[in-house]
């Protein structure tokens, strides 16, 4: 992805809403951040991209990871970083850079993601947050900060890594340049964001143990806070532990590509639209469908072999229609969920609420059966944007409007929908659970 564009697309956004009349009528004291996270590109001293910037799925640097990741074993990875290292680290990015054209490193003065470029830009002050920090290989989760061991390990140069500051800390005033360019006070303050996904749990309200926090979007991802102790079986699972910005400090995050990318996919495979697919789904029964999938399209981000290589069908026969076919995904993803949130009961860590976001969350009868499968209520929280309002929500924390995310969760954060658990209903997809779990355990 060309930086340049993105950098255009913020500038024309951020122009666009504070042209608009309501913000001038009130105009902001602070602004943050929500930034995607793992996502880095080489940057000149002076702000000037040298180089696009290589996206999740970009698979360049499978063998820098693999070198970085045999430094030590996953269990020693997950007590000190919180995760094992893969390519999508921005230190093994660097140095898949570093090889691939020595000339760029040479000239790059930081590694950026978002967060700490449109830092830059704003306030001329490079700032990565807690949580877009976690998710670099040198973090240290006991410190707060790069560990100087283990930038020398890597060999990196250590004057690629941004300045790192906890989640809603202030930055600085916004640079006067910036504030005429966009019409804004010069004493405008911009405070450190969080990663899109911490920044959607802030947003969603999920910031204690036991809330957890579900993006029904492209990928089916979820965050939950726990206290430190975590168990260090949590790295089997697939799960990462990055900082939170909640008041535990840290928070699990579990992944899955096969979310509503899957469910899009099918819909536009059979020329089905979400309104069509609400109004075929709440036709019905309680029963499960006769079509039985895992959804497996994507291969998993923490799991290796031939998982994740193509989904299964059973089922399919000549009076198999499309909306069959969509319906046995959506099961198959609510299911997975359930029987990840077992899983960490398993350990120790429970789950009392969901709250859910992203476009997912527009159907009614997934989240039901969600509920039902999980045997816990789901919410669906009324603001479209929760990655939005919880940086919105952490800049008002660091400008002092707000003593805490605490607070300021309990009083800006409305529910729009709830959907408490059908425990009979849960009860018939047994079957279906017990055949995926299977699954999760075969090579």
Not at 3 to 25: G, I, M, N, W, Y
């Amino acid at each position: 992805m060309k930086v340049e564009e993105s950098r255009e697309a913020f500038r024309s956004t951020l122009a666009k809403v504070t042209a608009d009349p309501k913000v001038r009528k009130d105009p902001p004291v602070a602004i943050s951040f929500s930034s995607s996270g793992r996502e880095v590109f080489p940057v000149s001293d002076d702000g000037t991209p040298l180089g696009p910037c290589l996206m999740t799925a970009d698979t360049r640097g499978d063998d820098v990871a693999a070198q970085t990741a045999a430094r030590r074993s996953p269990e020693e990875w997950f007590r000190l970083t919180g995760h094992v290292p893969r390519r999508m680290d921005p230190i093994n990015r660097a140095l898949w850079w570093r090889k691939a054209d020595p000339d760029v490193a040479a000239k790059t003065r930081w590694f950026m993601n978002w967060h700490e470029y449109y830092a830059l830009l704003l306030s001329g002050r490079p700032i990565v947050d807690w949580s877009d920090a976690g998710a670099w290989a040198t973090y240290d989760v006991a410190s707060g900060n790069w560990s100087a061991d283990r930038i020398e390990e890597t060999g990196i140069d250590a004057k690629w890594l941004p300045e790192v500051q906890p989640n809603a800390t202030p930055i600085g005033p916004i640079l006067p340049r910036v504030a005429g360019e966009l019409g804004l006070r010069s004493d405008v303050l911009i405070v450190a964001g969080a990663w899109d996904a911490f920044a959607a749990s802030v947003g969603a309200g999920a910031v204690d143990p036991g809330v957890v926090a579900l993006a029904c979007g492209t990928w089916h991802s979820f965050t939950l806070a726990v206290e430190a102790g975590w168990p260090a079986e949590l790295v089997n699972e697939g799960m990462n532990i990055c900082p939170h910005p909640g008041p535990t400090g840290f928070g699990i995050l579990g992944t899955n590509p096969n979310g509503m990318s899957v469910i899009d996919w099918a819909r536009d495979l059979f020329g089905i639209s979400i309104p069509e697919l609400n109004l075929a789904l709440a036709a019905v029964g309680a029963e499960p469908g006769d079509v039985f999938a895992d959804a497996a399209l994507t291969p998993l981000p923490h799991a290796s072999g031939a998982r994740g290589q193509g989904a299964t069908f059973e089922g399919i026969t000549l009076a198999t229609k499309g909306v069959d076919v969509i319906r046995a995904l959506l099961e198959a993803i609510a299911c997975e969920f359930s029987l990840t949130i077992e899983r960490l009961g398993r350990r120790g860590i429970e789950s009392s609420l969901v709250r859910a976001t992203g476009g997912g969350a527009k159907l009614d009868w997934w989240l039901q059966l969600h509920a039902d499968v999980c045997g816990i209520p789901f919410e669906v929280v009324a603001q479209d944007e929760p990655g939005a309002f919880g940086a919105a929500i952490l800049a008002g924390v660091g400008a002092g409007i707000y003593p805490s995310v605490s607070s300021a969760v309990g009083k800006l954060v409305a529910v729009s929908r709830r959907f408490e658990p059908d425990t009979e209903r849960g009860a018939r997809y047994g079957a279906v659970r017990k055949r995926l779990g299977a699954r999760e355990m075969s090579p």
